[in-house]
């Protein structure tokens, strides 16, 4: 193994070298979740298969008008269906500690416990990013290569969703680079219209991203968003574009513990007597893909 955290190495900086040098700075990082903006399938944890298929149907009919005759029968009106299948994969990350780094650690310092606390975050995580992989892949598209996001593109994508006849309510997941042009856009449009920042009631509910609503439209702020081609490519999309399935372990796994309580992410120590080293690993089960595709569109603009 590599990557160890040691006191001769990449710890030295996490434990105390004066006595009141104790408290550590987490670095800024994004912390965004687009868990409530999927569409969650289920957990097919203990189902005895690692694959959820979810039937389609199109039920866009409507009656036709009756044979003049009265006796011609009618004949029967196609009903088209389909699926969707999502086949969950493993997540995972680990951490490696040295004895020396953590006997000699103190409360408040970096420890395989604060490590551990953060199996559900690193989780978080991955799933936003494997949510913006999924609206990477949505056919439809607005906005200008190689310019600036404006209020124009976030008008065209609530047009492009209004006919396709997307329901609400509707999600903008862009760029940080993408929010702030959108903002300074807004600065010179005149009327009514009013960008709402979320409230601190509306960011406990929404999650870490979430910056408020714009037209009805709820946004958040990701760095997980594609770039191409010197492009940030965002989306807008309506419930049941993006869906997700888990697999959670039905039973605590041989020494490992949920991260936390009821959480796909389940946490394991890992002990090697020689050279002393602890690890922890954290580990979780799921897939996130598109639904329905013509329920979103992406909003490629300039990175």
């Known amino acids: 193994m590599a990557q160890e955290i040691t006191l001769t190495g990449s710890g030295a ?3 105390s070298a004066e006595i009141y040098n104790k408290l550590l700075h987490e670095l800024l990082m994004d912390p965004t979740s687009l868990r409530a903006v ?4 289920g957990d097919i944890g203990g189902s005895g298969s690692a ?3 979810t039937g389609t149907v199109d039920f866009d009919l409507a009656m036709a008008a009756a044979n003049a005759d009265e006796v011609t029968a009618a004949d029967n009106t196609a009903v088209t269906v389909g699926s969707v299948s999502l086949t969950v994969a493993h997540q995972i990350i680990s951490f490696g500690m040295s004895d020396l780094h953590s006997i000699v650690a103190s409360p408040g310092q970096l ?3 604060a490590l551990a606390a953060k199996m559900a975050q690193a989780y978080e995580l991955r799933f936003t990013d494997l949510v913006c992989a999924a609206t990477d892949t949505i056919t439809a598209n607005v906005g200008t290569s ?3 996001m404006t209020v124009d593109d976030f008008y065209a994508a609530t047009a492009t969703l209004q006919q396709a006849l997307v329901g609400g309510p509707w999600t903008a997941v862009l760029a940080p680079v993408q929010v702030t042009d959108l903002r300074t856009s807004l600065r010179s449009e005149g009327g009514a219209m009013q960008f709402m920042p979320g ?3 509306q960011l406990a509910l929404k999650g870490p991203g979430y910056q408020g609503n714009l037209l009805g439209v709820d946004i958040f ?3 997980s968003i594609t770039t191409s081609g010197g492009n940030r490519i965002g989306a807008m999309f309506g419930p049941g574009c993006v869906a997700y399935v888990e697999a959670s372990a039905r039973a605590a796994m041989p020494g490992s513990i949920a991260a936390p309580s009821q959480s796909p992410v389940y ?3 890992v002990r090697a007597g020689d050279p002393g080293i602890s690890r922890v690993v954290g580990h979780a089960f799921c897939a996130v893909g598109l639904l329905e595709n013509a329920r979103g569109v992406n909003i490629t603009t300039d990175a």
Not at 38 to 41: H, I, K, R
């Open 38 to 41: 999927a569409t969650n399938l």
């Open 13 to 15: 900086h996490t434990r």
């Open 267 to 269: 946490a394991e120590f």
């Open 199 to 201: 409230t601190a009631e």
């Open 51 to 53: 694959t959820l298929t």
């Open 221 to 223: 702020s990701s760095d």
């Open 146 to 148: 190689g310019a600036d």
């Open 111 to 113: 420890d395989l416990q």
